[in-house]
């Protein structure tokens, strides 16, 4: 149980264009969602918390017309990489913890790895 | 805000062996959870452990074991019978408890490289 998907898990773009990044939770509701970001050979760091019914809580340097979420359901939260450019270019990650059991862990799903031309 | 400290980028280990990879974090909170993830090659975050912070016992799982000080704030991984299958990238996060007022995201590390040689 607790299976978290993410789609696409590779997409490669133009500059300029948008970008949706799709995380659901396959088994479970959740609440709230996370989005990370992870350049090469560094750290996960956090971007954003997807909350369902209310605006994403974005964290300090995020540009939030930038990197558009919504959370319209308690499935399924996305983002949206607005005109994208090269330096865009990551793997996004995001992770969903069961709504209403604190202790539980959070799942992730496999990434999307964005490479943008 | 909170941080997490890992001073290892790489570690190796003979298979078979044991190793223990380092992690230190800093906070105001008292009751918070710690976790170490693996993720190898595919990129896919695998949990390997969590320690909540208001348990003494140090957690384990089957070869992980953390060695958990609360006042140092240090949270240790040791593999036991290193294997093959444990190389890897493993980091360290944080997440203090749920307050009721918000969740909040996990706070890693920068990781720590484990190179298994056979």
């Known amino acids: 149980g607790a299976v978290v998907s993410q789609h696409p898990s590779w997409v490669i773009c133009k500059s300029g264009t948008s970008v949706k990044i799709e995380c659901r939770s396959l088994d479970f509701q959740a609440t709230t969602m996370f989005w990370y970001r992870q350049f090469p050979k560094q750290s996960l760091m956090l971007m954003a918390t997807?909350?369902?019914?209310?605006?994403?809580?974005?964290e300090q340097g995020v540009e939030k017309d930038k990197f558009l979420i919504n959370h319209a359901s308690l499935t399924l939260s996305t983002l949206t990489v607005t005109s994208a450019h090269p330096e865009d270019s990551s793997f996004y990650i995001c992770s969903a913890r069961k709504t209403g059991v604190s202790n539980q862990p959070q799942h992730f799903g496999d990434g999307t790895r964005l490479s943008i031309l | 805000a909170q941080t997490v400290t890992q001073s290892q980028p790489e570690m190796s280990v003979q298979e078979a062996e044991t190793v223990t990879l380092s992690c230190t974090y800093d906070?105001?909170?008292?009751?918070?959870?710690l976790f170490w993830y693996k993720q190898p090659p595919s990129r896919q975050m695998i949990l390997v452990i969590r320690q909540e912070a208001y348990k003494q016992q140090n957690a384990t799982e089957n070869r992980f074991s953390v060695n958990f000080q609360k006042a140092a704030k240090s949270f240790s991984l040791k593999i036991s019978d290193s294997q093959l299958g444990d190389a890897a990238m493993y980091f360290c996060?944080?997440?203090?408890?749920?307050?009721?007022?918000?969740?909040?995201?996990?706070?890693f590390g920068k990781g720590t490289h484990l190179i298994i040689q056979p």
């Open positions: 997807s909350n369902e019914g209310s605006k994403a809580t974005y």
């Open positions: 906070t105001s909170e008292s009751d918070y959870y």
């Open positions: 996060a944080y997440r203090r408890a749920y307050s009721g007022g918000g969740a909040d995201g996990l706070t």
